[in-house]
């Protein structure tokens, strides 16, 4: 996995056809989607539930990009062992779950994946000033983490302020929550470089219809052109 700053697409398969991930995936992939979001979900941390390691390495024999999985549990450090074994590219824990985050990230490389820190909207950027050598992944959370489809909280401080922290690491400013071709825009010009959307890409299509996902994806590429 190299480093660019090139505007990736990552569509959350929390928005595709639970019955059927398998050609989801294939779909999205076939239709432009650079990364595949995988959204790790607990009952505890966030109110709602959703895949373990088992369906996450199910998921690994379909991604042929990269499998971007965001933990939003607690604790993390048990179970990152599990995500590795899974095939996680990318593995991210939320500051707020992790009362030892920098362990946490060091556990996570040292397992052999990048390591990603998420961002709650009511957590600062200056949470994470003193990981950003740790880190090749900040997830800003544009929506309070839980459930797909909601709606966008303006982050764009916190976005301008986490890209002049970062400087010139070779560190990824991903955006989680109500990315469409009307918010895309503004994170992008903010710094961000990572575009998490959900309902955005797989609205009105199937995998007997992708050509609608690549639609979607098109027009947020295109409104950040």
């Not at 595949?36 to 990009?65: C, E, Q, S, Y």
């Not at 362990?103 to 000033?129: F, S, W, Y």
């Amino acid at each position: 996995m190299s480093f660019d700053r090139s505007i990736k697409i990552a569509p959350s398969i929390l928005s595709a056809d639970f019955a059927d991930f398998g050609r989801e995936i294939q779909a999205i992939e076939a239709q432009g989607a650079d990364w595949i979001h995988v959204d790790v979900m607990d009952g505890h941390f966030v109110p709602n539930l959703t895949f373990g390691p088992p369906a996450v390495k199910a998921f690994r024999k379909h991604v042929k990009t990269v499998m971007d999985v965001h933990l939003m549990i607690e604790p993390v450090d048990p179970y990152i062992d599990a995500y590795a074994d899974a095939g996680a590219d990318v593995l991210t824990a939320h500051v707020e779950a992790c009362p030892h985050i920098h362990r946490t990230l060091q556990a996570i490389r040292g397992a052999g994946m990048k390591a990603g820190v998420a961002l709650n909207p009511g957590t600062p950027a200056e949470a994470v000033a003193h990981l950003l050598d740790l880190t090749d992944l900040i997830c800003v959370m544009t929506v309070n983490p839980g459930f797909g489809g909601q709606k966008f909280i303006d982050m764009t401080t916190k976005i301008r302020t986490l890209r002049e922290m970062i400087g010139d690491r070779p560190v990824h400013i991903e955006i989680d929550g109500g990315v469409d071709p009307k918010t895309a825009p503004l994170v992008v010009e903010a710094g961000a470089d990572v575009l998490v959307a959900g309902s955005a890409v797989f609205r009105g299509g199937s995998v007997e219809n992708p050509e609608v996902y690549g639609e979607n994806m098109r027009a947020i590429r295109a409104s950040v052109a």
